[in-house]
């Protein structure tokens, strides 16, 4: 299994992006997918998930600002993040789970088998 992420760059405070993670050699329709951030001088935190089922969940900080979403036929998952602010900005890695996850796990990278090399998101002006 290989995930790519990718659409980082550098943003102006206020605007959006949208992160891609392709996930290679697992359908999405049986795999957890989350991303994840690292920021300058920061451990990895959670960002958003969507299960195999669908289901989404977010950070509870960012979570009027942020949708993911999936395209199966593509394979792929994406990260819509909106109104982006200079503490956002990071490193944004997607990951996959083989086993269903629960909520208590979901959030935990420890449950989380494949890793995309991650994608540079700056946020300024």
């Known amino acids: 299994v290989q995930l790519q992420a990718s659409g980082g760059g550098l943003v102006q405070p206020g605007n959006s992006l949208r992160l891609s993670c392709a996930v290679a050699?697992?359908?999405?329709?049986?795999?957890?997918v989350a991303w994840f951030r690292q920021g300058p001088g920061r451990e990895r935190e959670f960002v958003a998930a969507i299960r195999r089922n669908g289901a989404t969940y977010y950070t509870e900080s960012m979570k009027s600002r942020l949708t993911v979403s999936r395209d199966n036929a593509k394979n792929t998952v994406y990260l819509q993040m909106n109104s982006l602010r200079p503490e956002d900005t990071a490193v944004y890695y997607c990951a996959a789970s083989n086993t269903g996850l629960i909520l208590s796990t979901l959030k935990n990278e420890d449950y989380y088998d494949y890793w995309g090399q991650g994608t540079l998101v700056t946020v300024s002006s």
């Open positions: 050699g697992r359908t999405l329709r049986t795999t957890d």
